[in-house]
C-alpha cells in the first residue's frame, strides 16, 4: 500500500545504473578529490555488483549491499571502507527522495560505518632529520634548496604541517609570550604552539636574513617542499618520509 501512494510509477523502473547518473548530476560541485573518488567507487560497482547495475533499483536488497561491501572489505582502510558505505548511503537517499523506492536498502547494511584507524607515520630520528636538511641545502643548483631545507628544518622544529607552516607570516610570532599563532588548514581555527628552545634559534637566524619586514609576509615564499623531501630520502637511502613525519 506504501508503494501505491509514495513511488512515483514514471521512475519506478529505474535502474542502478540510471540511478548512479543521477548521483553524478548532484555531486558536480563538490572537490575533484571527492568525484575522482566516486569515479573510482563507480567502476567498482560496474565490475562487481552482484546482480549488476543494470538492475532495477526497486530489486536491491540489503543483503545486495552487504555482498558488495564484503567483496572489498579486506582490501579496503576502514576510511576507505567509510567512503564506499557512505556512497551507497547518498545513492540510494537519492532513490527514496524521488519517489523510486519507499525505503532505503542501505539501513538494513550490517556494517554502516568503520572507526578510522590512527595513521601510523615514520618519524625520523634526531640524526636523520639532520642528515635530511643538510642534504637539501648543498643541493647547489637547484634555486629554491635553502628556501626548501628551511621550510622542512621548521615543519620538524614546530611540529606543524605543510599547509599550516606555509600560511604563518612574521605577524604570528609573538616574541613577549613565545609562542607562535597557526591557522589551522581545514577549519580556519587559530591554535598557537611554543617557541620550542630549538625553534627560537632558528627563527632569529632566519629572521636577521630578511631584515624589517611587514607582519603580513610569510616565513617562506614556497609552500610545500615535497620534492626537495622525496629527493633527500632517497639520496640518503632514507625511508620515504613526508612533510607530517614529525612528532608533535
Known sequence: MRNLTVVNRDLERTTLRELIQKLLAVSQGKSAKTRATNQSIIRQLERSFPCGIATEVRQIRSSHLDEWLALHEHRLKNTSYNRYAGFLKQLFDIAVRDRIIVDSPFTQVRTKWKKPQDPVRLVPTEKQFRAIVDCIREQRFTDHAKESADFIEFLGLAGVGQAEAGSVTWGDIDWKRERISVR??????????????????????????????????????????????????????????????HKT
Open 184 to 245: 589551522r588548514h581545514k577549519t580556519g581555527a587559530r591554535f598557537y604552539i611554543p617557541i620550542y628552545p630549538d625553534l627560537q634559534p632558528f627563527l632569529k637566524a632566519r629572521l636577521k636574513e630578511v631584515g624589517t619586514v611587514s607582519g603580513t609576509v610569510r616565513l617562506f615564499a614556497i609552500k610545500d617542499a615535497r620534492k626537495a623531501l622525496q629527493s633527500a630520502c632517497q639520496r640518503l637511502e632514507f625511508p620515504n618520509f613526508s612533510q607530517r613525519s
